[in-house]
Nanobody, 124 residues
Framework: QVQLVESGGGMVQAGDSLRLSCAAS????????MAWFRRAPGKEREFVAG????????VYAESVTGRFTISRDNAKNTVYLQMNSLKPEDTAVYYC?????????????????WGPGTQVTVSS
């Protein structure tokens, strides 16, 4: 079993940066594909970024490409999301998710493990 806990959310202004972290418990973290999803008020859950088990492969949503970077440190059981040039439309609850199989997908139903989420609010 893997438990995930996000941190690093907050309130920032447009153009600012934030780094989200997701700490995982359990010895299988290094074999999991990891991803970040988000849900804005009144909208469906949306894929943001994903990373393979060894960090060798990453995938991003078009809306964040060039602004967000996902990375992981398997020695620390942690995955990160560096968010630069934040926009008001990035406002959402951000969730960390983990999937067996090693390679990330954009489909939320492929992920077995989820954190409780962290709020990111970007003001204009």
């Amino acid at each position: 079993q893997v438990q995930l806990v996000e941190s690093g959310g907050g309130m920032v202004q447009a153009g600012d940066s934030l780094r989200l972290s997701c700490a995982a418990s359990g010895r299988t973290f290094s074999r999991l594909a990891m991803a970040w999803f988000r849900r804005a008020p009144g909208k469906e859950r949306e894929f943001v970024a994903g990373i393979s088990w060894n960090g060798g492969s990453t995938v991003y949503a078009e809306s964040v490409t060039g602004r967000f970077t996902i990375s992981r440190d398997n020695a620390k059981n942690t995955v990160y999301l560096q968010m630069n040039s934040l926009k008001p439309e990035d406002t959402a609850v951000y969730y960390c998710a983990g999937a067996t199989g090693g390679m990330p997908t954009k489909r939320y139903y492929n992920y077995e493990y989820w954190g409780p989420g962290t709020q990111v609010t970007v003001s204009s």
